[in-house]
């Protein structure tokens, strides 16, 4: 299995819950009630838009490692 490194912005909403988006992968956000829980759901969102990339034949954006 291949991994990936990229950069993870997270803010907070006024109404306690985090965003968490990969600005290298423009479609690629969510967020969680908490930061944990952001974290990990940015994780599974970052695979989906990776797999679906490589399955559509596009290129990787150069700045993931």
Known sequence: MRSYILK???????????????PTLP???TWGNTK???LAYVQDAVW????DMISH???LPEDIK
Do not use: K, S
Not at 8 to 22: C, F, I, P, S, T
Not at 48 to 51: N, P, S, T
């Open 8 to 22: 993870v912005e997270l803010n907070q909403d006024e109404d306690g819950r985090w965003n968490a988006a990969v």
């Open 36 to 38: 944990e829980e952001a």
């Open 48 to 51: 989906c838009c990776v797999e």
């Open 27 to 29: 479609a690629c956000y």
């Open 57 to 59: 034949g596009e290129p």
